[in-house]
């Protein structure tokens, strides 16, 4: 028998605890403000110039206060999904289209979600205006599926040293980061869930998002609490630059005028209320634990505030402004055809929002879902 000293038993309680906690929370929903940090000991420019976002934003939304002109934002995507042999890592076209239809639905509160946000905060729950494409345009003008398929010897990557960013080193480099949202997809070692760059003045050279392909969309390899593509939601809410509800700190500032003060994280998914008047404050609605920025279960996250959609769409005019003018979501026809397989049967045709359509409608891209996995965006013209 051990015997332990009453020091040592106090030491040995508390790494009992730590290994406990970290077992039981094994997954770790994002993993952005740790990777943010180790960027910041890297590359000064890009310390330098995250310093003056949040006034850079103050600025730009006192000179741009009529929130009712702004239209609908496109930002197109590639996917890179980096796959390595005999796993199923190299996840479908539909989970892909999955994930893109999810965006569109979270961004533009349209997901039957939306029912179960709290009335008190009804008001401010925003339509952000933002949409996502699929890239139809390659960086060298020819046409894509928006899905760049990476075979990998590598089996598993990390944010140390953000591989998977690199075609050197057994993933891909990005597409050109001013005018794509490069979405990396590949298995994330440290039960890490997925992480974004911020935006600034100065974009790293890894700009973008990477969530793990067990997270991504919400069919295929997804696996549950996380299985309804909120990862990737939360992660591009900080490539549009937002923080976590609780400012990465006991109490924190959000830098976002309409969400409560929050001591910290959320997991699960509490009931509403949930911690009412913490941080001191006679707030007794409590945590906004349903915003995407929060860490609760997917099916547990409903909404996005209106000064959020400001902070995104003011993050968009001022750092990542290509997005405004861009035509790479325009292009009149690209066909996403990785499978090819005979005798296929359509499943049923969807628009871009992911809504069904009972008939080909004319003069929009429609995307026709077949039962093998594969999808096909086309335009039927007049
Ligand atoms: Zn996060």
Known sequence: MVYLSKKNMRKTIVFYFIFQSFFLHSQIRCASDHYISSLFQINNLYKNSQRNVNKEIVQWISNNNQKESINII???????????????????????????????????RANIDVINTPSVWNSIAADCEIEFCLASIDPYGNATSGINRVKTSVSTFSLIGDKMKSTNEGGTDPWPINDYLNIWVCDLSGGILGYATSPSNFLSSGDGVVVSYKHFGDNGTVEPPYHKGRTTTHEVGHYLG??????????????????????SENND?????????????????????MNYMDY??????????????????????????????QT????????????????????????????KQNYEKKNIINLYIFDDGSVEKKIKIN
């Open 269 to 289: 998914c509490p009931g509403f209320p949930h911690n009412q008047n913490s941080c001191g404050t006679q707030n007794l609605n409590g945590d906004m634990f």
């Open 296 to 325: 609760v279960n997917d099916f547990c996250m409903n909404m996005f505030t209106q000064d959020q959609k400001t902070r995104m769409v003011a993050s968009i005019n001022l750092y990542r402004n290509n997005f405004l003018t």
């Open 74 to 108: 496109t930002i197109p995507v590639i996917v890179h999904v980096i796959w390595e042999d005999n796993t199923d890592e190299n996840i479908s076209d539909m989970q892909i289209l999955s994930q893109i239809e999810i965006l569109n639905k979270d961004f533009r």
């Open 242 to 263: 937002l923080k976590h509800l609780w400012g990465d700190s006991n109490c924190g500032d959000d830098q976002i005028n309409d969400t409560p003060t929050q001591q």
């Open 328 to 355: 790479i979501c325009n292009s009149s026809l690209s066909v996403i055809n990785s499978t090819n397989r005979q005798n296929k049967k359509l499943i049923k045709i969807i628009d871009i929002l992911g809504r």
